[in-house]
């Protein structure tokens, strides 16, 4: 009888070994975790359309299962009843879709992958699930309803967006050091975050995705919170988003201009206020592909890119790291209309390195690769300023410089057309020559000098002789205005003695 009673009374929970560890992380938990864990939701909630968001559309139940799945982003809590779900082999057709729907719910809670100990069977639940998802997207045979979008945009959102904890790197890439020598920075998580891009990698190319109901979530803000993430360090997951990328361009062609626009103000930013930028080199790389399917004649648009941001970013120090890219970039728009060699190579003059002999060599190899393509009238409106650069870059006291501005003549192309242009090139580059076979300390630039100023003998000896007679006559006016510096310091002299007493002084 007083058992019966005793059991109707309300008895205090007592807390299990796996509340108290979890009462632990709770109170280990700090503000700023809590503060992220606020950011990042409301960041993804930004991320999807308010009209078809996935916190404004559900029923109790799933309200529910959220709470309890996704209460802490951070992992800091992780649900008690965190448990693998059924493998799609077990059960019926019917029930797959909701299935896959479940299975994405799982797979929205994150895990503090910093701490390889931490969560281990949860984790691996998360991986085999993150997989199973991967298989069944990429062998799916119809097509996916708004609400699997909905569910898959939000998981992908929670999971790779995220703020970057700037590392603290050294200046080194601003002292003109190869960057590409250090070890990058590895993501602890990426062996997580691999399968997430490969989910969405394969749940943006498949077939069964409809690009007209899958724009309302792969929105603006989406692509926006993308792009953010190509300032990753680590190089895997910039390969990941360069691919990603590529094909949200290719597939949803309403959200074109705007990508090229969100990319341009990345650009603008670096060239002009940071200079600093992980992913610089993978977004040309996107570029590129894109410029080579311009239709022609091309737009004033594309040709204001070419002016505005594909040429300033030949400025910052850091050009190394992406020069390939951007050279290829800049060689396609000369090879679909020829008339821009001349704004280009007015670019590269423009923006020409006067004491970064590394990035010199850059340029001339850029410079090549642009004349190549580049058809006579156009080389003739820009030859003189062009030449006076090439000039200063045979006398340069670093032989790489020297080395190569002397292989241009190596190309037939460019050798042809100097060669139509002799009247107006030779006297600009003839005394740099001279200058070179005379005094220049590397005995390879001395030789290709040589070479160099043979081909002009034996083109045209009489228009050479002539170049010869005139750079005899400056050499001469310089020693003589050397020989005038004495006097011309006597009357400076003269003027300072004189400067007190305010007299009038007759300069010769």
């Known amino acids: 009888m007083i058992k019966q009673i005793l059991g109707k009374i309300p008895r205090k929970h007592s807390k299990s070994t796996g509340d108290s560890s979890h009462s632990a992380g709770s109170v280990t938990t700090s503000k700023r975790s809590e503060g992220g864990s606020k950011r990042l939701n409301s960041s993804v909630d930004e991320a999807i359309s308010a009209p078809y968001s996935v916190l404004n559309i559900r029923n109790n139940a799933e309200d529910k299962f959220l709470r309890d799945k996704n209460s802490r982003l951070n992992g800091n809590h992780i649900p008690a009843s965190y448990e693998a779900l059924p493998s799609f082999r077990d059960v019926p057709n019917s029930e797959k879709q909701q299935l896959f729907i479940r299975k994405v719910k799982l797979c929205c809670v994150a895990f503090d992958f910093t701490d390889p100990t931490k969560n281990v069977k949860e984790k691996e639940i998360k991986r085999q699930t993150l997989l199973e998802l991967v298989e069944y997207v990429t062998s799916a045979s119809g097509k996916f309803t708004e609400t699997v979008m909905q569910e898959v945009v939000k998981m992908v959102s929670l999971n790779i967006f995220r703020e970057f904890t700037p590392q603290p790197r050294e200046d080194k890439l601003l002292d003109g050091l190869d960057l590409e020598e250090e070890e990058p920075s590895m993501d602890p998580a990426w062996p997580h975050l691999q399968v997430v891009y490969e989910f969405l990698l394969r749940f943006i190319t498949s077939p069964e995705t409809d690009a007209k109901i899958a724009k309302r979530y792969i929105d603006h803000s989406f692509v926006l919170k993308l792009l953010d993430l190509f300032d990753s360090e680590d190089p895997r997951e910039r390969e990941y988003l360069k691919t990603i990328l590529h094909r949200i361009y290719g597939k949803f062609m309403v959200h074109r201009p705007f990508i090229r626009k969100a990319i341009n103000n990345i650009f603008y930013r670096f060239v002009f206020e940071t200079e600093r930028h992980n992913g610089i080199a993978e977004f040309l790389e996107v570029l ?20 505005r941001t594909l040429i300033p970013l030949h400025k910052p120090k850091c050009l190394a790291m992406y020069h390939q890219q951007l050279s290829y970039c800049i060689t396609q728009f000369v090879e679909k209309d020829c008339k821009l060699a001349d704004i280009v190579i007015r670019g590269l003059i423009k923006y020409w390195p006067v004491t970064n002999s590394s990035k010199e060599v850059l340029f001339l190899n850029e410079l090549e690769e642009v004349l190549e393509a580049t058809q006579a009238p156009e080389f003739q409106r820009c030859m003189v300023p062009l030449f006076q650069q090439i000039s200063r870059c045979l006398n340069s006291l670093h032989f790489q410089v020297a080395e190569r501005a002397l292989f241009l003549w190596n190309n037939d192309h460019i050798e042809n057309l100097i060669k ?35 081909i002009f003998y034996d083109l045209d000896l009489i228009y050479l002789r002539r170049a010869r007679s005139s750079f005899r006559k400056m050499s001469l006016r310089r020693r003589r205005s050397k020989r005038n510096v004495k006097p011309h310091g006597n009357v400076w002299k003269n003027l300072l003695q004189n400067a007190a007493s305010n007299e009038a002084i007759l300069v010769p």
């Open 288 to 307: 590129g592909s894109i410029i080579n399917g311009f239709a022609l004649p091309l737009k004033e648009e594309h040709k204001l890119f070419l002016v």
């Open 420 to 454: 139509q242009n002799r009247k107006v090139i030779l006297p600009i580059i003839f005394p740099a020559l001279e200058r070179n076979a005379r005094h220049h300390w590397n005995q390879a630039v001395h030789s290709l000098t040589l070479n160099v100023r043979k």
